[in-house]
């Protein structure tokens, strides 16, 4: 049973983050070259990843393959070059997203906390996740057929990155791109358990 909320639940986006009494906008925030002073990033997954999978029910494979994909890093903050928006930290959370979880977590943690950028992740992730494992499902019992699963689930997955069809399919080409390539470097990513 997983702890995430719905991600169209929260409709309100703060037009400004507050950190050590000064207010940022998200471009200020994102366009910094380091995270404010007193703020210390934390990096590495170590110390949450057993905890996200647990609490989410997202397997850790799941969120590696992503990672993987996306190859984002602690601090990143990236302009879309097509939508203009910004993509944040290991996991590349889109800034569409902050106006529901900015309800739990500031920005500045979505980029320069890894744990906190692997929980946002949960949240957009999720219903995609779930979808996901339910169609590998069908294909599998239903017409027995481990390629077509393998393609609808990566499809279903893609959704993280994008909801638009022609980029949702090249997301999940790279998906698979990336799931071939841990294979055959010795990263092993299964999508689940």
Not at 45 to 70: P, Q, V, Y
Request: glycine fraction near 8%; include cysteine; charge should be positive.
């Amino acid at each position: 049973m997983s702890i995430l909320l719905p991600l169209k639940s929260v409709e309100a986006a703060a037009a400004t983050y507050q950190y050590g009494g000064k207010d940022y906008s998200v471009d200020q925030i994102m366009s910094m070259k380091s995270p404010p002073s007193g703020y210390t990033p934390q990096v590495g997954l170590d110390s949450c990843s057993n905890r996200l999978e647990k609490s989410t029910g997202i397997s850790g494979n799941a969120f590696n393959l992503i990672k993987l994909t996306e190859g984002g890093y602690n601090g990143m903050a990236i302009r879309s070059k097509g939508s203009g928006t910004w993509d944040i930290g290991k996991y590349s959370v889109n800034e569409t997203h902050l106006k529901v979880l900015s309800q739990y977590m500031s920005p500045f943690d979505i980029r320069w906390n890894d744990c906190a950028n692997g929980v946002a992740s949960a949240f957009v992730l999720f219903p995609f996740y779930e979808a996901s494992k339910k169609v590998a499902v069908r294909e599998i019992v239903k017409n027995q057929d481990p390629y077509k699963a393998i393609e609808k689930a990566l499809y279903e997955l893609a959704g993280y990155n994008s909801q638009t069809e022609v980029i949702r399919r090249q997301y999940a080409k790279k998906l698979a791109w990336m799931l071939l390539r841990s294979i055959y470097e010795g990263d092993e990513t299964r999508l689940w358990k």
